[in-house]
C-alpha cells in the first residue's frame, strides 16, 4: 500500500492522508478531479476522509468489478482504473476463496 495524499502537496496530516495501492496512487498522480464516463462532465474524485464508500460505489454481482452509483464513483473508478484486467483477475481468486468483496460492518 501506498501512503496517498488525498489533495496533492497541501500537508501531510492525517487528514489528507489515506492508504491507496499502487495501482490506484499512481493512476491518480496529482489529480483531484476525474471524467464521469456516463456524462463526461468533471467531478471531484472519491476523499475517503469526507465520503462514504458506498454511497459512491458498489461491487458487481460476482464481486470482480468496482461499480462506481454516482458521478464521483464512476470518475474515480475510471481516473484511478480500478478496474484494470490484473485487478479483476485477483478479485476472482479472493472471491473463490471467500475473502472478497470486502463487507462492511455499520457500526464499528
Not at 461491487?59 to 482504473?81: C, F, I, N, Q
Amino acid at each position: 500500500m501506498h501512503t496517498e495524499h488525498i489533495i496533492p502537496n497541501k500537508d501531510n496530516s492525517l487528514d489528507n492522508l489515506c492508504l491507496a495501492c499502487a495501482s490506484c496512487n499512481l493512476s491518480k498522480g496529482t489529480a483531484t478531479e476525474g471524467i464521469d464516463p456516463k456524462t463526461s462532465e468533471i467531478q471531484q474524485l472519491f476523499n475517503p476522509r469526507s465520503q462514504i464508500w458506498e454511497d459512491h460505489f458498489l461491487w458487481s454481482e460476482d464481486g470482480t468489478h468496482v461499480v462506481g452509483k454516482t458521478g464521483t464513483g464512476r470518475a474515480t473508478v475510471s481516473r484511478l482504473k480500478m478496474n484494470q484486467k490484473r485487478l479483476v483477475r485477483a478479485r476472482k481468486n479472493w472471491v473463490l476463496t471467500g475473502n472478497h468483496p470486502p463487507r462492511f460492518e455499520a457500526n464499528l
